[in-house]
Protein backbone atom coordinates (compact mmCIF):
# COMPACT_ATOMS: atom_id res chain seq x y z
CA UNK A 1 0.00 0.00 0.00
CA UNK A 2 0.69 3.48 -0.08
CA UNK A 3 1.46 6.28 2.82
CA UNK A 4 1.99 9.45 2.94
CA UNK A 5 2.79 11.72 6.48
CA UNK A 6 2.64 15.83 6.35
CA UNK A 7 2.39 18.39 9.41
CA UNK A 8 -0.63 18.38 10.14
CA UNK A 9 -0.67 22.68 10.75
CA UNK A 10 1.72 24.77 9.73
CA UNK A 11 1.53 28.91 11.15
CA UNK A 12 3.38 31.63 9.31
CA UNK A 13 3.27 35.61 9.18
CA UNK A 14 2.42 37.29 5.76
CA UNK A 15 5.04 38.18 3.91
CA UNK A 16 6.93 35.23 5.35
CA UNK A 17 8.08 31.83 3.83
CA UNK A 18 7.27 28.59 4.89
CA UNK A 19 7.74 24.93 3.69
CA UNK A 20 5.05 21.86 3.94
CA UNK A 21 6.59 19.05 3.87
CA UNK A 22 5.36 15.61 2.65
CA UNK A 23 6.99 11.70 3.17
CA UNK A 24 5.84 8.69 1.72
CA UNK A 25 6.07 5.11 1.04
CA UNK A 26 5.23 3.55 -2.18
CA UNK A 27 6.41 0.88 -4.27
CA UNK A 28 6.98 1.87 -8.40
CA UNK A 29 6.75 5.69 -7.57
CA UNK A 30 5.74 7.77 -10.30
CA UNK A 31 4.98 11.54 -9.38
CA UNK A 32 4.47 13.63 -6.47
CA UNK A 33 1.41 16.20 -6.90
CA UNK A 34 0.32 19.11 -4.46
CA UNK A 35 -3.10 20.45 -4.42
CA UNK A 36 -4.67 23.55 -2.26
CA UNK A 37 -8.43 23.77 -0.97
CA UNK A 38 -9.64 26.67 0.95
CA UNK A 39 -12.82 26.03 3.73
CA UNK A 40 -15.75 24.88 1.79
CA UNK A 41 -13.92 24.98 -1.58
CA UNK A 42 -12.44 22.01 -3.89
CA UNK A 43 -8.93 21.10 -4.43
CA UNK A 44 -6.82 23.08 -7.23
CA UNK A 45 -4.10 21.39 -8.53
CA UNK A 46 -0.59 23.56 -7.87
CA UNK A 47 2.47 21.66 -8.86
CA UNK A 48 3.52 17.98 -9.73
CA UNK A 49 6.81 16.68 -9.71
CA UNK A 50 8.00 13.17 -11.38
CA UNK A 51 11.81 14.07 -11.56
CA UNK A 52 14.31 14.79 -8.56
CA UNK A 53 14.61 18.68 -8.19
CA UNK A 54 12.51 21.94 -8.12
CA UNK A 55 9.83 23.08 -10.42
CA UNK A 56 8.67 26.66 -10.19
CA UNK A 57 5.39 28.07 -10.45
CA UNK A 58 5.37 31.49 -9.25
CA UNK A 59 5.35 31.99 -5.40
CA UNK A 60 4.81 28.13 -5.49
CA UNK A 61 7.87 25.78 -5.81
CA UNK A 62 7.96 22.00 -4.99
CA UNK A 63 10.87 20.23 -4.04
CA UNK A 64 11.42 16.04 -4.77
CA UNK A 65 13.65 13.90 -3.83
CA UNK A 66 12.66 10.32 -5.06
CA UNK A 67 15.48 8.66 -3.02
CA UNK A 68 14.75 10.12 0.24
CA UNK A 69 11.04 9.81 -0.64
CA UNK A 70 10.16 13.21 0.17
CA UNK A 71 9.02 16.38 -1.26
CA UNK A 72 8.37 19.87 -0.01
CA UNK A 73 5.95 22.58 -1.05
CA UNK A 74 7.42 26.33 -0.74
CA UNK A 75 5.17 29.23 -0.42
CA UNK A 76 7.17 32.78 -0.81
CA UNK A 77 5.77 36.06 -0.24
CA UNK A 78 2.94 34.48 1.73
CA UNK A 79 -0.33 36.47 1.64
CA UNK A 80 -3.08 35.88 3.92
CA UNK A 81 -5.13 34.27 0.87
CA UNK A 82 -2.71 31.50 1.12
CA UNK A 83 -4.48 30.43 4.47
CA UNK A 84 -5.84 27.48 2.77
CA UNK A 85 -5.07 23.30 3.33
CA UNK A 86 -2.35 21.54 1.36
CA UNK A 87 -2.58 17.94 -0.05
CA UNK A 88 0.23 16.19 -1.60
CA UNK A 89 -0.72 13.37 -3.32
CA UNK A 90 1.60 9.96 -4.49
CA UNK A 91 0.56 8.03 -7.82
CA UNK A 92 2.37 4.76 -8.03
CA UNK A 93 3.47 3.01 -11.02
CA UNK A 94 0.79 0.80 -12.55
CA UNK A 95 -2.19 2.99 -11.16
CA UNK A 96 -3.89 5.31 -12.13
CA UNK A 97 -5.45 6.84 -8.72
CA UNK A 98 -3.60 9.00 -6.52
CA UNK A 99 -3.21 8.79 -3.02
CA UNK A 100 -3.96 11.66 -1.06
CA UNK A 101 -2.39 12.79 2.22
CA UNK A 102 -4.09 13.80 5.33
CA UNK A 103 -3.80 17.64 4.53
CA UNK A 104 -1.46 20.89 6.40
CA UNK A 105 -3.42 23.47 7.26
CA UNK A 106 -1.68 27.00 6.74
CA UNK A 107 -2.26 29.69 9.25
CA UNK A 108 -1.48 33.07 7.72
CA UNK A 109 -1.42 36.05 10.36
CA UNK A 110 -0.70 39.26 9.49
CA UNK B 1 -15.02 25.73 -20.66
CA UNK B 2 -17.02 25.89 -16.92
CA UNK B 3 -14.63 23.48 -15.55
CA UNK B 4 -16.21 20.67 -13.44
CA UNK B 5 -19.97 20.70 -11.83
CA UNK B 6 -21.57 19.10 -9.49
CA UNK B 7 -25.16 18.90 -8.63
CA UNK B 8 -26.69 19.00 -6.34
CA UNK B 9 -24.41 21.29 -3.84
CA UNK B 10 -26.12 20.02 -0.82
CA UNK B 11 -28.06 16.98 -0.15
CA UNK B 12 -29.91 16.39 3.30
CA UNK B 13 -31.07 12.94 3.31
CA UNK B 14 -32.90 10.80 6.47
CA UNK B 15 -31.34 7.38 7.04
CA UNK B 16 -32.25 4.61 4.64
CA UNK B 17 -33.61 7.18 1.67
CA UNK B 18 -31.56 6.76 -1.68
CA UNK B 19 -29.54 9.61 -3.12
CA UNK B 20 -28.25 10.64 -6.12
CA UNK B 21 -25.37 12.73 -7.87
CA UNK B 22 -24.16 13.75 -10.60
CA UNK B 23 -20.97 15.16 -11.90
CA UNK B 24 -20.11 17.25 -15.46
CA UNK B 25 -16.61 16.97 -16.04
CA UNK B 26 -14.29 19.47 -18.18
CA UNK B 27 -15.63 18.83 -21.81
CA UNK B 28 -11.96 17.30 -23.35
CA UNK B 29 -11.32 15.09 -19.81
CA UNK B 30 -12.21 11.33 -20.77
CA UNK B 31 -11.28 10.09 -17.27
CA UNK B 32 -13.48 11.38 -14.09
CA UNK B 33 -12.96 10.27 -10.70
CA UNK B 34 -15.08 9.96 -7.68
CA UNK B 35 -13.74 10.92 -4.16
CA UNK B 36 -15.20 11.36 -0.71
CA UNK B 37 -13.90 13.88 2.30
CA UNK B 38 -14.40 14.17 5.42
CA UNK B 39 -13.36 16.94 7.69
CA UNK B 40 -10.00 16.47 8.24
CA UNK B 41 -8.62 14.10 5.92
CA UNK B 42 -7.80 14.08 2.19
CA UNK B 43 -9.84 12.99 -0.63
CA UNK B 44 -10.56 9.26 -0.71
CA UNK B 45 -10.72 7.47 -3.71
CA UNK B 46 -14.11 5.79 -4.68
CA UNK B 47 -13.72 4.96 -8.08
CA UNK B 48 -12.76 6.21 -11.89
CA UNK B 49 -13.87 6.24 -15.66
CA UNK B 50 -11.88 6.33 -18.67
CA UNK B 51 -14.56 7.48 -21.46
CA UNK B 52 -17.92 5.38 -20.43
CA UNK B 53 -16.04 2.36 -19.13
CA UNK B 54 -15.19 2.17 -15.00
CA UNK B 55 -12.02 1.11 -14.78
CA UNK B 56 -11.37 0.69 -11.35
CA UNK B 57 -13.92 0.46 -8.03
CA UNK B 58 -12.03 0.82 -4.20
CA UNK B 59 -12.14 -2.07 -2.52
CA UNK B 60 -13.95 0.47 0.41
CA UNK B 61 -16.78 0.96 -1.43
CA UNK B 62 -19.78 -1.27 -0.47
CA UNK B 63 -22.29 -2.74 -2.36
CA UNK B 64 -24.46 0.47 -1.71
CA UNK B 65 -22.72 2.58 -3.84
CA UNK B 66 -22.93 2.32 -7.58
CA UNK B 67 -21.59 4.67 -10.06
CA UNK B 68 -22.23 5.27 -13.97
CA UNK B 69 -21.00 6.82 -17.05
CA UNK B 70 -23.62 5.70 -19.58
CA UNK B 71 -22.37 8.55 -22.76
CA UNK B 72 -18.66 9.02 -21.74
CA UNK B 73 -19.46 12.54 -20.50
CA UNK B 74 -21.57 13.33 -17.05
CA UNK B 75 -21.61 11.16 -14.26
CA UNK B 76 -24.18 9.34 -11.48
CA UNK B 77 -22.87 8.02 -8.31
CA UNK B 78 -25.57 6.84 -6.19
CA UNK B 79 -25.73 5.80 -3.01
CA UNK B 80 -28.75 3.48 -1.61
CA UNK B 81 -29.82 2.71 1.94
CA UNK B 82 -27.76 5.78 2.82
CA UNK B 83 -26.67 5.50 6.50
CA UNK B 84 -25.21 8.45 8.94
CA UNK B 85 -21.56 7.03 8.12
CA UNK B 86 -22.54 8.29 4.28
CA UNK B 87 -22.26 11.93 5.43
CA UNK B 88 -18.96 13.70 3.51
CA UNK B 89 -18.50 15.41 0.78
CA UNK B 90 -18.45 13.84 -2.33
CA UNK B 91 -16.11 15.44 -4.74
CA UNK B 92 -15.51 14.61 -8.40
CA UNK B 93 -12.40 15.31 -10.73
CA UNK B 94 -12.02 14.82 -13.91
CA UNK B 95 -8.42 14.85 -16.08
CA UNK B 96 -6.34 14.27 -19.37
CA UNK B 97 -5.45 10.61 -20.11
CA UNK B 98 -2.08 10.55 -20.22
CA UNK B 99 1.37 10.90 -18.77
CA UNK B 100 1.61 13.91 -16.42
CA UNK B 101 -1.67 14.84 -17.46
CA UNK B 102 -3.31 12.17 -15.48
CA UNK B 103 -1.80 13.81 -12.30
CA UNK B 104 -3.58 17.19 -12.93
CA UNK B 105 -7.13 16.69 -11.65
CA UNK B 106 -9.68 19.53 -12.07
CA UNK B 107 -12.06 19.34 -8.81
CA UNK B 108 -15.56 19.96 -9.10
CA UNK B 109 -16.88 22.43 -5.65
CA UNK B 110 -18.43 19.17 -4.29
CA UNK B 111 -21.62 17.36 -3.54
CA UNK B 112 -22.00 17.88 0.57
CA UNK B 113 -24.46 15.08 2.12
CA UNK B 114 -25.61 15.01 5.31
CA UNK B 115 -27.60 11.66 6.46
CA UNK B 116 -29.89 12.54 9.06
Known amino acids: GQSLEQPSEVTAVEGAIVQINCTYQ??????LSWYQQHDGGAPTFLSY????GLEETGRFSSFLSRSDSYGYLLLQELQMKDSASYFC???????????FGRGTSLIVHP | DTGVSQDPRHKITKRGQNVTFRCDPI?????LYWYRQTLGQGPEFLTY????????KSRLLSDRFSAERPKGSFSTLEIQRTEQGDSAMYLC??????????????FGPGTRLTVL
Open chain 2, 93 to 106: ASSLPSGRNMDTQY
Open chain 1, 26 to 31: TSGFYG
Open chain 1, 49 to 52: NALD
Open chain 1, 89 to 99: AVRSGGSYIPT
Open chain 2, 27 to 31: SEHNR
Open chain 2, 49 to 56: FQNEAQLE
